[in-house]
Nanobody, 121 residues
Framework: QVQLVESGGGLVQPGGSLRLSCAAS????????MGWFRQPPGKEREFVGT????????WFADSVKGRFAISRDNAKNTVYLQMNNLKPEDTAVYYC??????????????WGQGTQVTVSS
């Protein structure tokens, strides 16, 4: 019933940009903080960033700060991850997740299946 479906991944060159989308259904979207995570090949999942329910604040990992941005459209039940100046180190499967309450690196209840982002020349 609860679904988070990521889209927008693909292959880009270093320095390029991608915009990921996450369409949510089956829960009260506007009551949840939304987060983005990623899992590079051969590594564990890591936190990327989060946006609170009212979109009044965002919080990012140091590795992406200044390059990535998160936004949400509560009317469309959709959260976005804008990725700029992509680096090969950004190559990973990207996941969106939902957390009831405020933003955090942990405590997410719902998870999507992920979308592949590959940064290569």
């Amino acid at each position: 019933q609860v679904q988070l479906v990521e889209s927008g991944g693909g292959l880009v060159q270093p320095g390029g940009s991608l915009r990921l989308s996450c369409a949510a259904s089956g829960f009260t979207f506007y009551s949840y903080a939304m987060g983005w995570f990623r899992q590079p090949p051969g590594k564990e999942r890591e936190f990327v960033g989060t946006i609170m329910w009212g979109a009044t604040s965002t919080w990012f990992a140091d590795s992406v700060k200044g390059r990535f941005a998160i936004s949400r459209d509560n009317a469309k039940n959709t959260v976005y991850l804008q990725m700029n100046n992509l680096k090969p180190e950004d190559t990973a499967v990207y996941y969106c997740a939902a957390r009831y309450g405020g933003p955090s690196e942990t405590g997410y209840q719902y998870w999507g299946q992920g979308t592949q982002v590959t940064v290569s020349s």
